[in-house]
């Protein structure tokens, strides 16, 4: 069975500085999408950043980019540059094939991230 | 571009009544639909989703269920609710292919008194 996992419930970055929110999961379908998603404390889930498993480079999306290593199964955000509206909870999330059952998502239990000023 | 809605977006309900939370999208056609539930500082679990109008899978056996009587548009609903299913409920879409993003809606904050 699928499954993600968040190691750090919490982490504290200083402003300005760069942090790393950590991801593995496990799957045994060869095709599947990984995704991080932000929800701050208004509730709304915002996607950020996509990785395919055929993606032969890694993910970037403006500050944000996805070190994906697939031999150890991990798919860690990068933040760069941190800012004060970083702070919030941040998801990982797996998505396997579409014919698999939908193509549902499925989520890591979060890191709550919090940036210093 | 496409929209998602979900209304009511706070409800506070006794234990014992019914449910029904409304989620509708807008600029797509034939979308994958979902709804999760987020409990307080945790992460989301899935409870139902659906591919087709009429076509919905359940998740996660409780005392909730999901109906989509049309395309675009999912409902979630209880007919007696329980303590437990407090939480922050949420509407999600996406295209029904694997690479597709899926987006969510703004969230119904429910809690059962």
């Known amino acids: 069975a699928q499954k993600i996992t968040q190691t750090q419930p919490g982490m504290f970055v200083q402003e300005k500085e760069a942090v790393t929110l950590d991801c593995t999961y496990d799957?045994?379908?060869?095709?599947?999408?990984l995704f991080w998603y932000k929800q701050p404390s208004s509730g709304e889930m915002i996607f950020l950043i996509y990785q395919g498993s055929y993606d032969q480079q890694n993910a970037t999306e403006g500050r944000y980019s996805l070190n994906f290593q697939k031999a150890r199964k991990s798919a860690n955000l990068v933040i760069s540059a941190s800012q004060l509206g970083d702070s919030a909870m941040y998801f990982c999330?797996?998505?396997?094939?579409?014919?698999?059952?939908?193509?549902?998502?499925?989520f890591g239990q979060g890191t709550e991230l919090s940036v210093k000023p | 571009s496409q929209t998602i809605h979900q209304w009511p977006a706070t409800l506070v309900q006794p234990v014992g009544s019914p449910l029904s939370l409304e989620c509708t999208v807008e600029g797509t056609s034939n979308p994958n639909l979902y709804w999760y539930r987020q409990a307080a500082g945790r992460g989301l679990q899935l409870l139902f989703y659906s591919v087709g109008i009429g076509q919905i899978s359940s998740e996660v056996p409780q005392n909730l269920s999901a109906s989509r009587p049309q395309d675009r548009q999912f409902i979630l609903s209880s007919k007696k609710l329980l303590l437990s299913d407090s939480g922050f409920y949420l509407c999600?879409?996406?295209?029904?292919?694997?690479?597709?993003?899926?987006?969510f809606g703004e969230g119904s904050w429910l809690t059962v008194v």
């Open positions: 999600a879409w996406s295209v029904q292919t694997t690479g597709n993003t899926i987006y």
């Open positions: 799957t045994s379908d060869p095709s599947y999408g």
């Open positions: 999330a797996m998505r396997e094939s579409f014919y698999n059952q939908g193509g549902k998502l499925i």
